[in-house]
């Protein structure tokens, strides 16, 4: 058994020797542990504290792609490498790695094909009030979208298996956390919580660079979310929506038509008509919307399989 740990960074000279100090070299049911460094388009001397560390893998970018896209190419090196289970932290050490035994045991287990840390939030000083309103909102949105009960969708410190690590995919270029639980939940894998514990702050979070720009990034994000993986319900509730405005705004017409003969309220009719239509053909877009979904999953079907039968080729 063989297990990756996985760090995203970018520019971390200074807090990278922090955090690869506290990983394990080994941990209870693995054979072997690994470290794994993405190197995001970093422009300081990263790479060569990685090095001077004794890290074995090193992938990466000419240029910064965001942290979706680290996240993603570290866990097709995992994969590629060989790993059973991949552990993913932050370069920021502002997660205990002492609690990573924790993190993978439902996984060694056979209960849990991901695991995601629940962080002490109310506990974590350094977070803003509204950061933990935003963190609890975007909790509940990813639990009622993937059907899960995950209380810190956000955290980063988590632990995936290989066939789980296959079947992810990201479309989202500012995180990874919301969106691979939503998939998690959709395609029907077992993901669970366990509570974790944090480290001091070593430097200020580089997604929250000020609270107008993290919430205007969130809302996009859950709004996203909503529309590539619950597409139908996302149009078909603003079709509705509208075309039962326009309803009774109609009916209102038809009171009045039929009350005072025919005169006025000819402003009715026309906004009825055009939230009638507009709503109906919102709804339409719900079905071809739901049609397109079911063609994504097929095709990640197709590719979880291409990158099964590559991974074994591999091994033979």
Avoid at 85 to 107: E, F, K, W
Avoid at 144 to 150: E, V
Wanted: proline content about 4%.
């Amino acid at each position: 058994m063989k297990l990756i740990i996985q760090i995203p960074c970018y520019n971390e000279a200074e807090t990278l020797p922090v955090a690869l100090k506290a990983l394990p070299r080994t941990v209870p049911g693995f054979d072997s542990v690994e470290w794994l460094i993405i190197d995001d388009g970093c422009t300081d001397n990263t790479v060569e504290v990685a090095k001077a560390h004794t890290v074995e893998h090193i992938v990466g970018f000419k240029k910064n792609q965001g942290l979706a896209c680290g996240f993603m190419a570290g866990i097709d090196a995992c994969v590629k490498l060989g790993a059973d289970v991949i552990v993913n932290t932050d370069a920021d050490n502002q997660y205990d790695a002492a609690d990573i035994p924790l993190l993978v045991q439902p996984i060694l287990a056979g209960k849990a094909d991901i695991v995601v840390g629940a962080r002490p939030i109310h506990k974590i000083n350094h977070f803003s009030s509204t950061k933990k309103l935003l963190q609890k909102t975007g909790s509940w949105v990813v639990r009622l979208a993937s059907k899960t009960d995950i209380p810190d969708a956000p955290s980063g410190f988590r632990a995936m298996s290989r066939e789980a690590a296959m079947r992810l995919n990201v479309f989202n270029e500012h995180t990874y956390t919301l969106e691979t639980i939503i998939q998690a939940g959709q395609k029907n894998m077992a993901i669970v919580s366990v509570p974790i514990r944090v480290n001091e702050d070593l430097r200020p979070s580089r997604l929250v660079k000020s609270i107008p720009s993290y919430l205007k990034k969130s809302v996009v994000t859950i709004v996203r979310i909503f529309v590539v993986y619950k597409p139908f319900r996302f149009f078909a509730t603003i079709g509705t929506l509208l075309f039962g405005v326009g309803f009774v705004i109609g009916l209102r017409f038809l009171y009045y038509y039929f009350r005072e003969g025919g005169e006025g309220h000819v402003q009715s009719l026309v906004l009825a008509s055009i939230l009638l239509g507009i709503g109906f053909q919102t709804i339409l877009v719900a079905f071809l919307a739901d049609l397109l979904a079911v063609n994504r999953r097929l095709m990640e079907d197709i590719q979880f399989r291409l990158r099964k039968s590559e991974s074994r080729g591999k091994e033979l």
